[in-house]
C-alpha cells in the first residue's frame, strides 16, 4: 500500500469524529475541496468552513471504504457514506478522486448525486 493510500484511510476513517479542524489538517495549505455538484473550494480555512457548514447537523457518519487504488499521486476511493442527522438519513454512495502533493491533499473531487442527499436528509 503507498503512503498516499494509507492516508486516505486515515482521512475516510477520521470522518467518523466530525471533527472538521481534524479534517483540514489532511490538507495542503492552498488545498482544493470540490463537491463536484457545488462550486470548489480551494485553501484550509475555507475548506474547513466548507466541512464545518455542511456537516454542522450531522449527529453521526461512518464511511464504508469500498474500493481504493492509488497510482504516484492520486488516489480513488469508491464509498458508501452513512450519514445521519438526528432522525434522517442517507446512505449516500460516492467516488472520490484524490491529488496528494507533500502527504497533504491537493484537490479533492467528489463525485455523487446530490438529490440522494437532499432526500435522504429533508
Known amino acids: 500500500m503507498s503512503e498516499n493510500e494509507q492516508i486516505i484511510r486515515e482521512f475516510v476513517g477520521a470522518w467518523s469524529r466530525l471533527d472538521p479542524g481534524e479534517l483540514v489538517t ?3 495549505d492552498d488545498g482544493t475541496y470540490h463537491n463536484m455538484p457545488m462550486a470548489p473550494v480551494s485553501g484550509r480555512e475555507n475548506v474547513e468552513q466548507l466541512i464545518r457548514g455542511f456537516s454542522a447537523a450531522w449527529t453521526e457518519t461512518e464511511w464504508d471504504l469500498i474500493h481504493i ?3 504516484g499521486n492520486l488516489v480513488f476511493t469508491e464509498r458508501l457514506d452513512r450519514t445521519r442527522a438526528g432522525d434522517k438519513g442517507v446512505d449516500l ?9 507533500g502527504g497533504k491533499i491537493k484537490i479533492w473531487r467528489d463525485y455523487f448525486d ?8 429533508s
Do not use: D, I, K, R
Not at 446530490?114 to 436528509?121: E, I, P, R
Open 93 to 101: 454512495p460516492c467516488l472520490g478522486v484524490f491529488e496528494m502533493e
Open 114 to 121: 446530490l438529490a440522494t442527499y437532499s432526500n435522504g436528509m
Open 26 to 28: 489532511y490538507f495542503s
Open 69 to 71: 487504488a492509488s497510482e
